[in-house]
């Protein structure tokens, strides 16, 4: 199933370098039995909306198991690209604009993380509807903070503590506004808005709000361990594809 109206494809692509420090080789580590980029790819594929799966990496090994799972990956990402300090919106675009060399322009393209072992089908399903319906450039799963935003604490130079909104100090917390934080699981684009403007926060983005429940970021062994039992438990309780 296309999900196309203009003819062009809706393409999938997802940044997978090699070289992660803090987890050696975290999208291709075997999380509860799947390589962890393989969720990310099943979920794409559940989903049926994509014409084409495409993996950015510079290493053969992700793009083999990428393969495996039913990704393409056609080309080799740069070298400049693949750093730890790249950001993923010149990947993306550099990605995009090969496609279209290649006579294979997106209408949409849905960037979606290779760590990202709770991202569910439905939700590119909803994300892609919110897109199309309201024609904006971009929209990006997000969660609502635990805790109001403009009630949060720093350490000053002397190690005491200060309120980054001191005015807040006396504000009840459920007289203070809503505040989210980007979920990093997946960001539809506009994909000729994208080529021009290569952000993945337009002015006009949208989101598709996700329970906190279900989102984790893994950058550290600790948060692995964690969202391995997260997905177990989640599992186990039907919360899960």
Known sequence: MTASSS?????AIIPARAGSRRIPGKNIKVFNGVPMIGRSIEAARRSRLFDRIVVSTDSDDIAAIARDFGAECPFRRPEELADERTPTAPVIHHALSWLAAQSAPAEYACCIYAAAPFIQSADLRAGFEIITRHGCGSVFTVSRFGSPIFRALKLTETGSLAMYWPEHR?????????????AGQFYWLNAPRFIKEPTLYFDDARPLIVPRWRVQDIDTPEDWDRAELMYKVMTEQGLLE
Not at 7 to 11: L, Q
């Open 170 to 182: 006396l504000t009840r917390s459920q007289d203070l506004p809503e505040a989210f934080q980007d």
């Open 7 to 11: 003819g062009n494809p809706v393409i």
